[in-house]
């Protein structure tokens, strides 16, 4: 999603090192190797199987291309483990990967049938299964609130714990069906979509390494070095937005204070005024690319 302008921000600088932090299918990392025939990239990826299947077709790239499988916010121990101080660039894009989604076995989506697992990294941790399973009607409600912004989160708790009372909710469609039953359809959006994505926000603490990835990224850049990252939801793009403008902002004094006293400086370049979207042709090419957000800063000199 948004691959042509995700690399055109990180303006490659000739012997360059980049980070693309969610690796996926190496859509963005294949581009970005290409812009440039001097620049290395790093791919980092939690899930192995997916990791594995690109680091043998961008093998191509020889030396210039390598891997490192954890999360993002893991990118210490990554550039570590690759011999590298800082980075000209870090790229995240935080959706999931086409195979992902469209591969049953996951569990990530509802048009076919599956195992509830939704695990990044697979048997790491509770899968969704698990936690429709073992929370009570007050936190599952709440999980569903605060992960997936549902309106209904606490008549489709209610439902959940009584049907798990009948059978235990092991399959995509049948928690998707469950769903759909008791909450109404909200223009095009399936019922369940929402639910789907707090759980596999909560199965993989998403935002909590997001958090900690913003906590420590401006430490991986050296001056000059770009940061880029393309959200999907509100709760993602809230925070990118919250970091980047806390970044840029130079006082930090009291507004009543009549002069600055503070003597803060910005640390970032905001490149991305307001958040950039997806073309109309690239949405009617991808539907799943309609609610991609792109938000990009440039490290300042000073900063370094």
């Known amino acids: 999603m948004l691959a042509d302008e995700a690399v055109a921000y990180l303006h490659a600088r000739s012997g360059g090192r980049y980070v693309d932090g969610t690796l996926g299918d190496g859509g963005h990392a294949q581009l970005l190797?290409?812009?440039n025939s001097t620049i290395e990239v790093l791919g980092v990826d939690r899930d192995s199987v997916t990791?594995?299947?690109?680091a043998a077709r961008l093998s191509t790239f020889g030396g210039r291309f390598r891997t490192f499988h954890g999360n993002f916010d893991e990118l210490g121990a990554a550039l570590a483990?690759?011999?590298?101080?800082?980075?000209?660039?870090?790229?995240?894009?935080?959706?999931?990967?086409?195979?992902?989604?469209?591969d049953p076995a996951r569990g990530f989506g509802f048009r076919a049938a599956g195992a509830l697992d939704m695990r990044m990294t697979q048997g790491e941790g509770p899968s969704a299964a698990d936690l429709l399973a073992t929370l009570d009607e007050r936190r599952l409600a709440e999980c569903?609130?605060?992960?997936?912004?549902?309106?209904?989160?606490?008549?489709?708790?209610?439902?959940?714990v009584a049907e798990r009372e009948r059978q235990p909710i092991t399959d995509t469609t049948a928690l998707a069906d469950l769903v759909a039953r008791v909450a109404p359809r909200r223009g095009s959006l399936h019922p369940a979509t929402r639910v789907f994505q707090a759980l596999r926000i909560a199965v993989n603490r998403e935002l909590d390494h997001l958090d900690a990835l913003l906590a420590h990224a401006l430490g991986w850049l050296r001056p000059g070095a770009r940061l880029v990252i393309i959200a999907y939801h509100s709760l993602e793009d809230r925070r990118v937005k919250r970091a980047f403008r806390d970044w840029a902002t130079a006082c930090r004094c009291p507004p009543a204070l009549p002069r600055c006293i503070?003597?803060?400086?910005?640390?970032?370049?905001?490149l991305t005024r307001k958040v950039v979207t997806p073309s109309a042709a690239e949405v009617q090419a991808n539907r799943r690319a309609r609610s991609a957000r792109l938000r990009a800063v440039e490290v300042m000199e000073s900063a370094g």
């Open 33 to 35: 190797l290409e812009s």
């Open 81 to 102: 483990q690759a011999g590298w101080d800082r980075v000209d660039g870090i790229l995240l894009d935080l959706g999931l990967s086409s195979a992902q989604l469209d």
């Open 51 to 54: 990791l594995a299947a690109t």
């Open 144 to 160: 569903l609130w605060r992960y997936g912004e549902e309106p209904a989160a606490r008549r489709i708790a209610r439902a959940i």
């Open 262 to 270: 503070c003597g803060a400086r910005a640390r970032v370049r905001l």
